[in-house]
């Protein structure tokens, strides 16, 4: 990884053939950006941004708010929420999917 910005540790998931996929956050509260590196075949891929990947969140660098998996065949999925600055709740859970 690039190692910029990095806000708190990234997520790592891995699949069945030992392929990894490191996603972390960039940017500054509240609004984030994520990208993730995939490892495969002994080499680490480009930094590519997450479909989606903006987190809305002025306490994301404190919260535990991101989750991923990754299945046999690489298909990686990760889940967060974004919160609405006037209530402090969460207004919207959002949900990427990418190989």
Do not use: C, H
């Amino acid at each position: 990884a690039d190692g910029t910005s990095v806000l708190r540790t990234p997520r790592l998931a891995g699949d069945g053939r030992g392929n990894l996929l490191l996603v972390w956050a960039k940017g500054t509260a509240p609004t984030f950006t994520l990208v993730y590196q995939r490892y495969s075949a002994g080499v680490w891929g480009p930094i590519t941004a997450v479909p989606g990947g903006t987190v809305s969140s002025a306490s994301f660098e404190n919260g535990n708010d991101l989750e991923l998996s990754m299945n046999a065949s690489g298909l990686a999925a990760l889940s967060w929420g974004n919160y609405d600055k006037t209530t402090g709740y969460i207004a919207t859970v959002r949900l990427a999917s990418f190989f």
